[in-house]
């Protein structure tokens, strides 16, 4: 499981499988090395996103008539197509990674983060909520 954790001692430990780290480990102070490791991470970010849409789609066709009637999945696939645009805007912007230490997030930076979050726990609370929303199960 790709981890970007920041460098105690203590994760050093947690965070260790077969005598070696199974996470990247990296000074969160030093936004340079962090961003970084956050860009190389993204590749795996969006291979779970593929995955999640994939399983998806096969929960979807194997009853869809649970799923055509209910107004949550409506909700969730408009939320989760956002975010699916979300993750472009930090990967096509450089923006976001050329912060320098101790420097600013911008304004435009800040709402995409926040908008990820917020897209997140929708998506999430949407899925968790299909049987009570829709009543289709």
């Known amino acids: 499981v790709p981890v970007v954790a920041n460098d105690l001692e ?3 430990e947690v965070l260790r499988a077969d005598d070696g780290p199974c ?18 991470l993204l590749p795996w970010g969006v291979l779970g996103f593929v995955i999640n849409v994939l399983t998806g789609i096969v929960f979807f066709v194997t009853v869809p008539d649970q ?21 472009l805007y930090f990967t096509v912007f450089d923006e976001a990674w050329a912060i320098e230490s101790g420097g600013d997030a911008p304004a435009t930076g800040k709402f995409m983060a926040g908008l990820t979050i917020l897209l997140w726990i929708g998506i999430i609370w949407l899925g968790r909520m299909m049987p009570f929303i829709g009543g289709s199960f």
């Open 10 to 12: 203590v994760l050093r």
């Open 23 to 40: 996470a990247l480990f990296v000074d969160a102070n030093d936004t340079a090395s962090f961003a970084a490791a956050v860009h190389r």
């Open 67 to 87: 799923y055509t009637q209910n107004i949550a999945l409506e909700y969730k696939i408009a939320l989760t197509m956002i975010a699916g645009a979300n993750v």
